[in-house]
């Protein structure tokens, strides 16, 4: 984008302000990610983060930058750490695009330093998972399970036999749709270590909401457990799970296995495109086979 069209969306958000400089960052695999630096009217500068939406996202909704920056006005309003939203434009250079605050940290390859880092990533996803979400007015969020329903009800042509998809597919089309067991609540959607901001040994924001939706928790806590168990091994993953439970005594468990199939679905066709380095992709790869099957036999118990 040109400095011109960033120098509008800055006086749109607080004209008399600024734009002192732009910079594209990395990392952004839905949306192209740009750090705008602001001097405000009375000279502060404060540092934003402007997010356009990639295809794929705008598709399935074209209201998907309004829909983020109502949820983290609510969810700041509930005392959750997440961006402060500045701007939401339905279209900006041809894709929606949210001005968020830029969120100071960092996201953590290794979370060994962290002693306590899996209780901390436990205790915020309860905490998501707490929200009063219809006293917040969240109903425009989707529903987990129509986003399920699509995706298990359309069998691709060649399935992704490398990560088992078959398998996984069969096992779950025999037990969907899956009776409620849980009170829907607020999913994150994409709660995996990448989306988590670190600030001198805490949790300093949670972001990239996009994939937020109202539904089972138990869809969330399978997908930390997948990421966890990349990211940081058997040890780590089952931390965070015992964390988890201690934390919601009062939910069912039971379909846990279901769930984590629905996350190990998630990279099928899609993980050798994900860019990462062989070694990487070969360890990330047995961890999934790993992880399916331990889902897949406490599903026949």
Request: proline share 6%; aromatic share 6%.
């Amino acid at each position: 984008m040109i400095r011109e069209q960033w120098e509008q969306v800055v006086q749109q958000i607080e004209p008399g302000a600024k734009l002192l400089g732009t910079r594209a960052l990395q990392g952004g695999v839905s949306a192209q990610v740009t750090k705008l630096d602001v001097e405000m009217p009375d000279g502060a500068v404060r540092k934003l983060l402007a997010r356009r939406h990639g295809e794929a996202d705008r598709s399935r909704n074209p209201q998907i930058a309004q829909h983020e920056f109502m949820l983290l006005q609510r969810l700041k309003a509930a005392g959750l750490p997440v961006p402060a939203p500045y701007i939401a434009l339905d279209r900006f250079g041809g894709a929606p695009l949210l001005v968020t605050e830029f969120m100071e940290g960092e996201v953590l390859g290794s979370m060994e330093n962290v002693p306590d880092a899996m209780l901390q990533l436990a205790d915020r996803l309860s905490d998501i998972h707490q929200v009063a979400w219809e006293r917040h007015a969240l109903h425009f969020l989707p529903k987990l399970n129509d986003g399920c329903d699509a995706k298990l009800n359309k069998r691709p042509e060649r399935m992704d036999d490398s990560l088992s998809e078959g398998r996984i597919r069969d096992a779950l089309e025999a037990v969907w749709p899956l009776p409620q067991a849980n009170r829907d609540v607020l999913l994150h959607g994409d709660f995996w270590p990448g989306n988590v901001i670190w600030k001198d040994g805490r949790i300093a924001s949670l972001i990239d909401w996009e994939d937020a939706a109202i539904g089972d928790p138990l869809f969330d806590l399978a997908n930390a457990r997948l990421e966890l168990l990349w990211a940081s091994g058997t040890d780590a993953m089952d931390g965070f799970t015992q964390r988890y439970q201690t934390r919601n005594p009062g939910l069912d468990y039971s379909a846990l296995p279901v769930w984590d199939l629905i996350a190990a679905l998630k990279p099928a066709t899609g993980l050798s495109e994900w860019g990462l380095p062989p070694d990487i992709e070969r360890q990330m790869r047995e961890k999934h086979r790993l992880f399916t099957e331990h889902a897949l036999a406490r599903m026949q118990r």
